[in-house]
């Protein structure tokens, strides 16, 4: 069963930068796309940021582009998200996500339903 352990997570002022990294194990079938999202309080998930595992296309949510760079190591089976400028807007429970669709290798994939694996989360708070 795969699993994915998010960290990186913590408190930083506003215009400083966090890096969250997700480890993935267990993999059993292809990963065609890893991805970050948040869900902050009272609010419904939504998607940050993907990255296709081969060929490294990468979609950002609009609130994000040119702050957010998503990344991937497949030697280590690992994801990364480096924030910088952030906003107080930006704190939220950042989850790591991956997906064994075929589909999402070609496609940008934002959508939760696409994801199969999900992390517990790690929090991120922005202070202002």
């Known amino acids: 069963q795969v699993q994915l352990v998010e960290s990186g997570g913590g408190l930083v002022q506003a215009g400083g930068s966090l890096r969250l990294s997700c480890a993935e194990s267990?993999?059993?079938?292809?990963?065609?796309?890893m991805a970050w999202f948040r869900q902050a309080p009272g609010k419904e998930r939504e998607f940050v940021a993907v990255?296709?595992?081969?060929?490294?296309?990468?979609a950002y949510a609009d609130s994000v582009k040119g702050r957010f760079t998503i990344s991937t190591d497949n030697a280590k089976n690992t994801a990364l998200l480096q924030m910088n400028s952030l906003k107080p807007e930006d704190t939220a429970l950042y989850y790591c996500?991956?997906?064994?669709?075929?589909?999402?290798?070609?496609?940008?994939?934002?959508?939760?339903?696409?994801?199969?694996?999900w992390g517990q989360g790690t929090q991120v708070t922005v202070a202002s």
């Open positions: 996500a991956s997906s064994s669709a075929s589909f999402c290798a070609g496609f940008t994939c934002k959508a939760v339903s696409s994801f199969d694996n």
């Open positions: 267990g993999r059993t079938f292809s990963t065609y796309a």
């Open positions: 990255t296709s595992t081969s060929g490294g296309r990468t």
